[in-house]
């Protein structure tokens, strides 16, 4: 058990619990999977659909906030740090032989990633699966703007986050 986030573009006219499978894989904008940093981040700001506090709506300021925290990754070469560091991660724990090369580019970079991202989301938490898991999903939800920015220029439709369970 753990956290589902999805954005998702949501009809303004149309109920989740009122369409298809397919049509809601084709709404999804973004996933991840126990990336409580980016949650947090939208919590703090998003008003609450619900009682629960398990679906919010996501205003176009809401996601520029987002986008404006994460500019850091439109620098190419800090992007390629990034990059590099989430390669290493895996490198090192599926590539044995080149488990040392990898340690290196993590230790190299580690504080530097995590103090960036820790002030970019305002988390004081860990990243409960990792800086380089939490890291691919800021890569994942940092690259759909556009797709969520032609969501915020269609009148019919507006932009919903789900934080499940």
Known sequence: M?????????????????????????????YGRKTWAIADFFRRR??????????????????????KSLERLNDISFREKVDNYIDAACKY???????????????SSYNELESWLDTALKND????????????AVLRWFDTDSEVQEVFNNNDAEVRLIVSY
């Open 125 to 136: 938490s860990g990243y409960t699966l990792g800086l380089d898991w939490e890291l691919s």
């Open 93 to 107: 724990y599926y590539d044995e032989e080149n488990k040392d090369e990898a340690e290196e580019i993590i230790m």
């Open 46 to 67: 998003c008003k609450a659909v619900d009682s629960g506090g398990w679906e919010y709506v996501v205003t176009k300021k809401d996601w520029d906030a987002f986008i």
């Open 2 to 30: 753990g956290l589902d986030l999805i954005l998702y573009k949501k009809n303004k006219n149309q109920n989740i619990e009122d369409i298809s499978m397919e049509e809601e894989l084709d709404s999804e904008l973004a």
